[in-house]
């Protein structure tokens, strides 16, 4: 399925902004792999115990957040330019705290390693995506 030509079709003029559609759409695929590396880092963190408790519940907080950013962001006429910020700077938030937690991990988990780089991907699309709606 073509996602990106979807998004090309839908209509935005209930948007109080112009948008991307090409940055949305990398920010929303960031988000969706950042999504599925810490929902599986947290299931790994899971298996070895309760020194990894605290990075389970993180990387399983960043894939909601992630999560819901990226549907959020599939419904664009929905959205106005201050809860898409908020939206956005909270996402780029639990990312930077996941990718913090798991770095300490790397060494142990190497599904920590990939959800860090995931996580620091996710943040850096939606940095930009947020520094777009504010030119």
Do not use: F, I, W
């Not at 990398?26 to 990894?52: H, I, K, L, P, V």
């Amino acid at each position: 399925m073509d996602t990106m030509a979807m998004m090309k079709n839908m209509s935005m003029t209930d948007m109080p902004m112009e948008m991307d559609t090409d940055l949305m759409q990398d920010t929303m695929m960031a988000m969706n792999a950042a999504s599925m590396a810490a929902t599986m880092c947290s299931a790994s963190d899971m298996r070895m115990g309760g020194e990894m408790a605290t990075c389970a519940a993180m990387c399983s907080n960043t894939a909601m957040m992630a999560d819901t950013g990226m549907r959020v962001m599939m419904r664009p006429a929905g959205m106005d330019l201050p809860s898409m910020q908020s939206m956005l700077m909270t996402v780029m938030t639990m990312g930077t705290m996941c990718a913090a937690e798991c770095r300490k991990h790397m060494d142990m988990a190497e599904s920590c390693r990939y959800c860090a780089m995931a996580c620091d991907e996710m943040v850096a699309k939606c940095e930009a995506m947020l520094a777009s709606m504010s030119a």
